[in-house]
Structure formats: structure tokens, C-alpha cells
């Protein structure tokens, strides 16, 4: 496969984790992407993810083992309480000043959507975008036409991705500053999917 293939595919991959984060295949497909693209930080991310998650005799797995041992990354784990990536990432998040969060609030919009009338539900997830809020994410399903809203983000740069069923309606960038709400409007003028994509009931 190209290098060009590969950049395409890291960015759908990216966008399938972010919608469903718990997926073993994607994360594994995603972290494989980023190692023929020589990103060892997020490949080693990726598959350090995989070797937490991945049932004991997946072969993702061992796959994502084998490729962490090669390159001198795989982080044996010990009797010292703490010293897990794991652990450690759950620590770095319990200590983050209160301060330094802020959230983020809109409203979807879609001319003649309605919550009342059409229950069109839409998936919404907030996602870090640099190395300080890459392993943050947070989830939440509204209807369009509906507020929502995410809260105790710690400051920096994220991606607010919007989708209806497997269509991706916005992947926007947003920042995050301590101690302040972010308000971003989630509409059909700042969608790139045409307006009649829901079209509605005839009456």
C-alpha cells in the first residue's frame, strides 16, 4: 500500500476510534497504520492499548506484543503498585488541577430537524488532539436538535467529531481553556455532508 493510502486510512481509522474506542480490530488496524507511516509514539500508543484490552489469546494480541518487543517498547509489568501505563494514566488524570478544566456546550442545528418530530440520533464525541489530551475522550448521543455538553476537560486542543449512524457529520477543532466554557454550534452550514441528508417525512 502507498504512503498516501496509509495517511487516508490513518485519518478514517482515527475517525472509527473515536465513535468506538472500545474496538480491538480498529485500534490494532489504526496502531498498524501508524507503524508503515514510522509514527512510533502512536503506533506504540495504539498497540500498548491493544495488548491491555485484546482478549489474552487474540491474536491482535500477539501481533501488537511482537511488533512493542521489536522496537523496544513493550513495558513489562511489575510488582510496584503504580508502575503500569495503565495505572499511571489513571493517577495523571485524578491530579489535574481543577483550574486547568474548562468544557465544551453546543447546540446541533439542521434545518427542519426537529427533536420532537424526528429523533434522528446522533453520536458525538469529544477527542485530545495533542500530547497532552490524546488519551482523553468522552462520549454522548443526543438527538439533533438537541444541546450537549462535556465536561472536566483539562485544557488544550481536542476534536469535537458529530455522526449519524456511520456517516461523520463534523470533525472540528476546538480548544479547551481552564477555568472557561467553549460553545460550539454543531449545524448543517458547518457540516460537510449535503443539506438533504435526512430528508424529512412527507406531510
Do not use: C
Not at 75 to 88: A, F, I, W
Not at 137 to 156: A, M, N, S, W
Amino acid at each position: 500500500m502507498a504512503q498516501g493510502n496509509y495517511v487516508t486510512a490513518v485519518e478514517k481509522l482515527r475517525q472509527a476510534a473515536d465513535l468506538e474506542p472500545g474496538s480491538v480490530a480498529v485500534r490494532f488496524a489504526l496502531g498498524t497504520a501508524y507503524s508503515f507511516l514510522e509514527k512510533r509514539p502512536e503506533a506504540i500508543a495504539q498497540f500498548r492499548w491493544v495488548m491491555s484490552n485484546a482478549r489474552v489469546e487474540s491474536t491482535e494480541r500477539d501481533d501488537a506484543r511482537r511488533w512493542l518487543v521489536r522496537v523496544g517498547a513493550l513495558v513489562e509489568p511489575t510488582p510496584t503498585p503504580g508502575k503500569s501505563d495503565v495505572v499511571s494514566s489513571d493517577a495523571t488524570a485524578k491530579k489535574v488541577d481543577p483550574a486547568a478544566q474548562g468544557s465544551i456546550s453546543g447546540q446541533t442545528q439542521w434545518t427542519g430537524v426537529t427533536p420532537a418530530e424526528h429523533k434522528v440520533p446522533v453520536r458525538i464525541a469529544i477527542v485530545g488532539s495533542e500530547d497532552t489530551t490524546r488519551e482523553l475522550r468522552q462520549r454522548t448521543q443526543v438527538y439533533l436538535g438537541e444541546r450537549f455538553e462535556f465536561k472536566d476537560l483539562p485544557q488544550g486542543q481536542y476534536r469535537l467529531i458529530g455522526a449519524f449512524a456511520d456517516q461523520v457529520l463534523w470533525d472540528q477543532s476546538v480548544t479547551v481553556k481552564g477555568g472557561k466554557q467553549t460553545d460550539v454550534a454543531l449545524s448543517q452550514v458547518t457540516s460537510s455532508v449535503p443539506a438533504n441528508t435526512f430528508p424529512l417525512p412527507a406531510h
